[in-house]
Antibody, heavy 123, light 108 residues
Framework: QVQLQESGPGLVKPSDTLSLTCAVS?????????WGWIRQPPGKGLEWIGH???????YDNTSLKSRVTMSVDTSKNQISLKLTSVTALDTAVYYC????????????????WGKGTTVTVSS | SYVVTQPPSVALAPGQTARITCGGN??????VHWYQQRPGQAPVVVIY???DRPSGIPERFSGSNSGNTATLTISRVEAGDEADYYC???????????FGGGTTLTVL
């Protein structure tokens, strides 16, 4: 059974960098799979951040692209997210997910989700 | 950019059939995926590729996609189906995942 577990600081100061990790169990990061990040501000809908292939290729939300860095750590079987220059608008529950990608069919969807981690941006 | 639109809420009595729509320009040309998010929980995919159901999802959940509207149908709704439901597509023009705004299903 594949499980994903997000972790990171629950409180980040404005203008700082938000750093999260997602530990994967029951599957190998190194297998040809995609892994993604999605966030949900309080009381609002889902916002896609991006997803990353085990080789390092990415698809990115252009509205966040300049502030987002995603990476894969095969030795720890985990992925990471860094979001720079955060503001209160970045306050959200952050989810990691396994992403099914079938490029020729233009199919991208999340088949396994972590439980999410709450990040609050406040001084 | 491609936009998908969902009704904010749907309410009905137990045993009735819920139809949650996801509207978009020629959405039938795209594959639509649906997620259920119960209060305080992470989303779970209930329908993928318009109409396929993951193992463990009841047969009461079904999907269709035609013209400008994709539909998630939940037959014989139960109290446990109360949740937010999101549709999602891939915008190949921008290489972006696009989520609908979500529909809150209330079982009266």
């Amino acid at each position: 059974q594949v499980q994903l577990q997000e972790s990171g600081p629950g409180l980040v100061k404005p203008s700082d960098t938000l750093s999260l990790t997602c530990a994967v169990s029951g599957d190998s990061i190194s297998s040809p799979k995609w892994w993604g990040w999605i966030r949900q501000p309080p009381g609002k809908g889902l916002e896609w951040i991006g997803h990353i292939y085990y080789s390092g290729s990415t698809y990115d939300n252009t509205s966040l692209k300049s502030r987002v860095t995603m990476s894969v750590d095969t030795s720890k079987n985990q992925i990471s997210l860094k979001l720079t220059s955060v503001t209160a608008l970045d306050t959200a529950v952050y989810y990691c997910a396994r992403v099914v990608v079938l490029p020729a069919a233009r199919i991208h969807y999340m088949d396994v989700w972590g439980k999410g981690t709450t990040v609050t941006v406040s001084s | 950019s491609y936009v998908v639109t969902q009704p904010p809420s749907v309410a009905l009595a137990p045993g009735q059939t819920a139809r949650i729509t996801c509207g978009g320009n020629n959405i039938a040309n795209r594959r639509v995926h649906w997620y259920q998010q119960r209060p305080g929980q992470a989303p779970v995919v209930v329908i993928y590729k318009d109409k396929d159901r993951p193992s463990g999802i009841p047969e009461r959940f079904s999907g269709s996609n035609s013209g400008n509207t994709a539909t998630l149908t939940i037959s014989r709704v139960e109290a446990g189906d109360e949740a937010d439901y999101y549709c999602q597509v891939w915008d190949s023009g921008r290489d972006h995942v696009v989520f609908g705004g979500g529909t809150t299903l209330t079982v009266l």
